[in-house]
């Protein structure tokens, strides 16, 4: 039995089969993406990615190149300690791409790793700076540009030059940035992934024409998302383990953090969204959000629908009846709190019931006279 480099007898084997077969399946959008995480971590001024039907070509400028061989090839292998703002993660992104190909070369700093049907091995070349990564597998028109699509959504770093098929990607406009946001993220120390909580930076972009807003981790993008624009978190988010969706508590947060810090300047069209309500159903809001959102969303002089009865009267009054029923619950009692119901409206307009005197007529009196002489008869 071998011993891993800690000592201990190994217990796993990797089936290389298995690894190939699971990564060829994923989009190639997202394998390329990986390759991006790398390079915009290295330092990288220019990226240039090409994707024609045999070819994947990944080039950049990264100073030191591949820092180590195995990086390419040790499954998991990676950097054991990295902070929350390194994009990478246990060490997945090269070889996943590397798998997912029919032979591939890494071209990097005085030497290219060659994979193909005779395994792998090293060859010395002139390079200088940057690798480059050449993927040759066959794929599609549908598949090229699906992945062009999702990569064409990336936000370059400052400074950081990115083409793909020879048009440079430019980043879209800005709306706002939000400084030290709460929010989980993921820290690698000594190889073991921990989640904490740290403040970051939220940077939101208004999408493109046609251009489903998303979620971004450090300028590259994750999964669509119900928000009204792009929304790029400056640190790492703890994502499944495909790195293609963060959890569904993370993306509430976000949600909430961007509505309490928004809520006053949003118009009624972004307050009127179901995100909105999401919101609502799962966290408390601070007042002075909860009655900015009341404010533009709701009429002026709205009332809460209460019944038939007392919702006519209101608008005979002059109030709007909304019916916020089919609301959740939780969200419904945070509106109550700074909206009347409509019963309420009334006997504020109107006061307390008073009593009315009623005189009776002639006939009402002898009915009434009749009433008590056959009451006095049955109870004796």
Same mark, same amino acid.
């Not at 064409?152 to 400074?159: E, K, N, Q, V, Y």
């Given at each position: ?8 007898a $190994?217990?796993? #084997?990797?089936?290389e089969e ?8 994923? =989009?190639?959008? !997202?394998?390329?993406?990986e390759?991006? !995480?790398?390079a915009?971590?290295?330092?990288a001024?220019?990226?240039k990615?090409r ?10 400028d990264? =100073? ?12 998991f ?22 798998a ?20 792998r091995h090293? #060859?010395p070349?002139?390079r200088r700076?940057?690798? *480059? ?9 549908? $598949?090229?540009e699906?992945?062009l699509?999702?990569l ?8 950081v ?5 020879g ?9 706002t940035?939000? #400084?030290d *946001?709460?929010?989980?993220? @993921? ?5 073991v992934?921990?989640?904490? #909580? ?14 489903p ?24 988010? =703890? ?19 961007l ?28 007042q ?9 969303v ?12 007392e919702?006519?009267?209101?608008? !005979?009054?002059?109030?709007?009846? @909304? ?13 109550e709190?700074? @909206? ?6 009334? $006997?504020?307009?109107?006061?307390p =019931?008073?009593?009315v ?14 009433v008590? *002489?056959l ?6």
């Open positions: 039995m071998s011993r891993a480099h800690n000592g201990r $190994e217990w796993f #084997e990797l089936s298995g690894w190939r077969r699971s990564n060829r399946a994923r =989009p190639l959008g !997202q394998l390329v993406r390759a991006l !995480q790398n915009f971590d290295q330092r001024r220019r990226v990615v994707l024609t039907e045999d070819e994947v070509r990944i080039e950049d990264a =100073p030191a190149g591949l820092a180590r061989d195995e990086f390419a090839f040790t499954v292998l990676g950097e054991k300690d990295t902070p929350p703002t390194w994009r990478g993660r246990k060490g997945r992104g090269l070889k996943e791409m590397i997912a190909s029919d032979r591939a070369e890494v071209e990097t700093v005085g030497r290219t790793l060659v994979f193909d049907d005779t395994g090293v #060859e070349n002139t700076v940057g690798t *480059c990564l050449r993927l040759f597998r066959y794929t599609g028109e549908r $598949e090229r699906e992945a699509a999702l064409r959504l990336t936000i370059p770093p400052p400074g030059e990115l083409s793909l098929n048009r440079a990607v430019r980043p879209p406009r800005v709306k940035s939000l #400084e *946001c709460p929010l989980e993220t @993921v820290e690698l120390h000594r190889g992934e921990r989640s904490v #909580e740290r403040p970051v930076r939220l940077d939101l972009y208004h999408p493109r024409p046609g251009e807003p998303h979620l971004f981790e450090l300028g590259l993008p994750v999964e669509p998302h119900s928000l009204p624009w792009h929304v790029d978190v400056q640190q790492r988010i =703890p994502l499944a383990a495909e790195r293609d969706a963060a959890r569904d508590g993370y993306k509430r947060m976000l949600a909430a953090i509505l309490e810090s928004l809520a006053m300047e949003l118009g009624r069209k972004e307050l009127s969204g179901a995100w909105v309500t999401e919101v609502l159903a799962h966290f408390t809001l601070g002075e959000a909860l009655e900015a959102y009341v404010k533009k709701l009429p002026a002089r709205a009332v809460l629908s209460v019944g038939p009865q919702d006519d009267r209101a608008r !005979q009054l002059g109030a709007k009846v @909304v019916d916020l029923r089919g609301m959740p619950l939780s969200a419904l009692a945070q509106v709190t700074v @909206v009347e119901s409509a019963d309420a409206y009334v $006997e504020r307009m109107e006061g =019931p008073k009593d005197v009623v005189r009776p007529g002639a006939r009402a009196e002898r009915f009434v006279g009749l008590r *002489c009451s006095r008869e049955l109870l004796g």
